[in-house]
């Protein structure tokens, strides 16, 4: 069973930076991947990034790549979503979990399990 906690959120000003952490346990076997997700105020939710456990291979949604870096520490089991470059329209309540998807491929259309709480990020001046 795997287990997720997110956490790092918080108020930052357009053109800054903010990291995004993922508490991991329960991994059981390979293939594993881990999404952020986001959603914003009357939006629907919208995967942001994957990365496969395994490999280590990254994904990122259009909206986001350049500026976002998903990573993976193994020593504390954590996923990682460094932000830079931060704007208003990346307000949102941002969530990590299992992604459907093995490897990554096919990411961001469901997860395994059931959301958890979030972390809320807010870009304002």
């Known amino acids: 069973q795997v287990q997720l906690v997110e956490s790092g959120g918080g108020l930052v000003q357009p053109g800054g930076s903010l990291i995004l952490s993922c508490s991991v346990s329960g991994f059981t076997y390979n293939g594993i991947a881990i999404s952020w997700f986001r959603q914003a105020p009357g939006k629907e939710r919208e995967g942001v990034s994957c990365?496969?456990?395994?490999?280590?291979?990254?994904y990122y949604a259009d909206s986001v790549k350049g500026r976002f870096t998903i990573s993976r520490d193994n020593t504390k089991n954590t996923v990682n979503l460094q932000m830079d470059s931060l704007s208003p329209e990346d307000t949102a309540v941002y969530y990590c979990a299992r992604d459907f998807a093995r490897f990554c491929a096919g990411w961001g259309s469901g997860i395994h399990g059931s959301w958890g709480q979030g972390t809320q990020v807010t870009v304002s001046s």
């Open positions: 990365i496969s456990i395994s490999d280590g291979r990254t």
